[in-house]
């Protein structure tokens, strides 16, 4: 599968957990993105990532929230002491390093996370 | 602060249809639009990406426009299938702030046989 890759797909954890969410972006893609969709809600950027480098985290929440994209392996979105108003669905895109204007930024199927 | 607007909110048609979802933007200095449809429980899927000196994309069915200075989009879907229902994304990536996508709200489409 040459798509985006997110795991896991549905992911429940209590108050008080932590919750780590995967993506593996398309081969030959440098560049990382982390969407929000809360209920009823539209999507809203996180954070933008290179290899090693995080490039724009500017609608990232300041505390409990952080997200890695190491030389090697996926990138990591990860949700400390998670509480209720997490539960949402968390998609993962990912672009070419280059030519960003006529490049779509393709998505992944999403991590569904619920906080009981 | 850049803003999407998608218009209608939701929409239902009967089959075989021609219809045009609205997308709006506040600040016209964009690098390109995308549209994107969204099943439910499903990720987003890119449908068309209009670039800032571009007016217009084809694809099969669909044909988005865009009017850059008057900060307007419309997705047309030619002769509507019920395998078309889904939402539709509206998105944009502004000079301003970089690479991120700012999205519009959706038009939830609904195409009954």
């Known amino acids: 599968n040459a798509g985006v890759m997110q795991n896991p797909r549905h992911l429940v954890r209590r108050r008080g957990q932590e919750a780590r969410l995967r993506c593996s972006p398309m081969?030959?893609?440098?560049?990382v993105y982390w969407y929000r969709q809360l209920p009823e809600e539209g999507l809203k950027f996180m954070v933008y990532?290179?290899?090693?480098?995080?490039?724009?985290e500017s609608g990232m929440p300041k505390e409990r929230f952080s997200a890695e994209f190491p030389k090697e392996g996926p990138s990591i979105l990860r949700i400390q002491q998670v509480v209720r108003g997490d539960s949402a669905a968390y998609f993962c895109?990912?672009?070419?390093?280059?030519?960003?204007?006529?490049?779509?930024?393709?998505f992944g199927d999403g991590t569904r996370l619920s906080i009981l | 602060k850049q803003e999407v607007t998608q218009i209608p909110a939701a929409l239902s048609v009967p089959e075989g249809e021609n219809l045009v979802l609205n997308c709006s933007f506040t600040?016209?200095?964009?690098?390109?639009l995308q549209w994107f449809r969204q099943d439910p429980g499903k990720g987003l899927t890119s449908l068309l990406l209009?670039?800032?000196?571009?007016r217009e994309q084809t694809s099969g069915r669909l044909n988005a426009s865009l009017d850059k200075s008057s900060g307007r989009s419309t997705l047309y879907i030619a002769a509507s299938q019920p395998g078309d229902s889904a939402t539709y994304l509206c998105?944009?990536?502004?000079?301003?702030?970089?690479?991120?996508?700012?999205f519009g709200a959706g038009t939830i489409l609904r195409v009954k046989s």
């Open positions: 600040d016209s200095a964009i690098y390109n």
């Open positions: 998105a944009v990536i502004s000079m301003e702030y970089g690479n991120k996508l700012v």
């Open positions: 895109a990912s672009s070419p390093g280059t030519g960003l204007s006529n490049q779509p930024q393709h």
């Open positions: 990532l290179q290899k090693e480098n995080i490039i724009d």
């Open positions: 209009i670039q800032s000196s571009q």
């Open positions: 081969k030959g893609h440098s560049h």
